[in-house]
């Protein structure tokens, strides 16, 4: 079972600003993230309307969500089960490479 030890290792990736993991009824379990709190029902929103999303698509699930900030600094939501990962990109970061290596990562975690 993965801590959220495991999950500080996040902002060991490059393109990883910031991250939030956050339970899906808001809790913030993990973050390296002042404004974590304000964001968590953000990322647990994102996270519910794409899961929600598996029915329309036939069962298959979508990998990730991208919320798009005019900062640059777009959120990437992950759904892990009963919680939601939310990565902030560094504004220079290429989206699909940095959700590639947190999927890795991801992977990596038991």
């Known amino acids: 079972m993965a801590t959220t030890k495991d999950f500080s290792r996040l902002s060991d990736i ?3 600003a910031n991250y939030i993991l956050v339970r899906n009824d808001g809790y913030v379990v993990s973050e390296n993230y002042e404004e ?3 964001l ?3 990322i ?7 899961d929600s ?7 298959r699930r979508y990998i990730y ?4 900030r ?3 600094d777009n959120i990437l939501v992950f759904s892990l089960g009963r919680y939601y990962l939310g990565i902030i990109k560094h ?3 290429e989206p699909q490479t940095l959700a590639d290596s947190v999927i890795a990562f991801l992977r990596t975690l038991s």
Do not use: W
């Open 14 to 16: 490059e393109g990883v």
């Open 36 to 38: 974590a709190v304000s």
């Open 40 to 42: 968590s029902s953000s």
């Open 44 to 50: 647990v929103t994102t996270g519910k309307l794409c």
């Open 53 to 59: 999303l598996t029915d329309d698509l036939s069962g």
């Open 65 to 68: 969500c991208c919320v798009e």
């Open 70 to 72: 005019k900062s640059g």
């Open 91 to 93: 504004p220079t970061a």
